[in-house]
């Protein structure tokens, strides 16, 4: 059985940062092509940003180009999402996301396989 655990979220002052953290296990981790999502109240779960399984390619969303960063330690069987400059709007629960291919995923929700219970982040103006 796949699981994902998400950690690392919590509250910040506008402008500052965070790093999540989403270890892995029940399947190979290199061959999985990873991904954040975020989900805040009363709205539908959005993509952030992608990863491939080796990590060469990446894909964000406009919003948080040049803000975060995703990244992966297959040593580790770890997919991280660094968040600097943080907004109000970033608030919302973050989840991590696997598919079982290694090839970069979109940003659809139906193009993921598995899923991480969430980390709530909160972003104070």
């Known amino acids: 059985q796949v699981r994902l655990v998400e950690s690392g979220g919590g509250l910040v002052q506008a402008g500052g940062s965070l790093r999540l953290s989403c270890v892995v296990s029940g399947r190979t981790f290199s061959s999985a092509a990873m991904a954040w999502f975020r989900q805040a109240p009363g709205k539908e779960r959005d993509f952030v940003a992608a990863?491939?399984?080796?990590?060469?390619?990446?894909d964000y969303v406009d919003s948080v180009k040049g803000r975060f960063t995703i990244s992966r330690d297959n040593a580790k069987n770890t997919v991280y999402l660094q968040m600097n400059s943080l907004k109000p709007e970033d608030t919302a629960v973050y989840s991590c996301a696997g598919r079982n291919y290694y090839i970069i995923g979109g940003p659809r929700v139906r193009d993921y396989d598995y899923w991480g219970q969430g980390t709530q982040v909160t972003v104070s103006s």
């Open positions: 990863i491939s399984g080796s990590g060469a390619t990446t």
